[in-house]
């Protein structure tokens, strides 16, 4: 009897882990395409059309479901065969390495390329600096207060000294100005970060293929130099990507001074506001359209080809060679009678234009 019962223990043990692979296991006739880098399989095994036509709505739907579970089952059991690793940590997490994807899908731009590290970053990766957070706040020994690590009423701020200690060695030179070269040397600081920046936007413009950022810094030059105009426009463009556009940007030595924008500033009257100056608006608009006025002043219109007509006159005066021994009174000669035929020829001319 118990030994009917260990080989009945045995059968369901099989009969189990048979249907456990049943249900993990799917043969086909065709093997499925996987691209796994994009987590897609495509079925090439043709479609049962008999039967889809002969089943009702139902079963279609079951045979479906049927079929993606299956396909899914394939997808899945190849994710399982790759080669995996545990990632470290308190929990014990799985995690399969995907291949390159195979099958290129449809993408208005490629992805961008990572920035290329700056020359401070290469330096702290090779020595390996930490990159740490300084607090904001730090103790001024001269006020004796928590006043910020930069910017305006910065924590030793040597700006606001009245008085600077005369350093060893040059006390007998009196024409040494501390104030000036303490003012110098921030300048040259600045300049040399100014300088550092804008290696690093053209080393990330050239994306390490030895190319030189093109015009405006928006695209690589093919040439190998860029031209003055190039940088100069580059620089313009670099300037202008800070915060306050540009505006509170130091020149540099010998520098133009750059242009201010030319553009205007829009005027849109209150949503809500003076009644009163809107209405007037709108009453004085309606009398110029009921006015019986003429639309043209003649009066104005004809002292205006007037002066016209003397300004040209006196244009073509200016344009004529002054020769010796001609008047240029007189009847038929001189100015006048030149000036009489270039004012007919304008005549006939916009009278040929009119008709």
Request: charged share 35%; with cysteine.
């Amino acid at each position: 009897m118990a030994t009917q019962t260990v080989e009945a223990l045995l059968a369901r043990a099989e009969l189990e882990e048979a249907d456990k692979l049943r249900h993990i296991t799917v043969h086909k006739e065709l093997e499925l395409q996987l691209d796994l880098g994009n987590l897609l399989a495509c079925d090439p095994n043709p479609p049962d059309t008999h039967g889809r036509r002969a089943g009702s709505g139902a079963e279609l739907e079951e045979r479906l479901r049927a079929l993606a579970r299956e396909n899914t089952q394939l997808l899945v059991n190849a994710l399982w065969a790759l080669p995996a690793e545990r990632l470290p940590g308190g929990e014990a997490v799985l995690v399969a390495r995907l291949p390159e994807p195979s099958m290129r899908l449809p993408r208005e731009k490629p992805p961008p390329r990572p920035r290329a590290p700056t020359r401070w970053e290469q330096f702290a990766k090779l020595k390996g600096i930490q990159k740490r957070k300084k607090t904001n706040l730090m103790w001024d020994e001269a006020h004796g207060e928590w006043r910020r690590r930069w910017g305006y009423k910065r924590a030793g701020d040597d700006t606001k000294d009245w008085l600077i200690e005369v350093p060893e060695g040059s006390a007998g030179d009196p024409e040494r100005d501390l104030f000036g070269e303490r003012g110098q040397a921030k300048r040259e600081r600045v300049a040399k970060n100014e300088l550092n920046r804008l290696r690093n936007i053209a080393r990330a413009q050239r994306g390490g293929d030895g190319r030189v950022p093109g015009p405006g810094g928006l695209g690589p030059v093919s040439g190998g130099t860029p031209s003055r105009e190039q940088l100069g426009r580059a620089m313009q463009v670099a300037r202008s990507s800070t915060a306050s556009a540009g505006r509170f940007q130091e020149r540099l030595p010998r520098e133009k001074e750059r242009p201010r924008g030319s553009g205007k500033k829009r005027h849109f009257e209150p949503l809500i506001g003076d009644l009163g100056a809107e209405r007037s608006r709108q009453l004085e608009l309606l009398g110029l359209m009921q006015s019986k006025k003429p639309k043209l002043d003649v009066t104005r219109a004809t002292h205006k080809q007037m002066r016209e007509e003397d300004s040209e006159a006196a244009a073509f005066r200016r344009r004529q060679p002054k020769k010796a021994g001609r008047s240029s009174k007189g009847p038929g000669g001189g100015y006048t009678a030149k000036y009489k035929s270039f004012t007919q020829q304008r005549t006939k001319k916009e009278n040929k234009q009119k008709f």
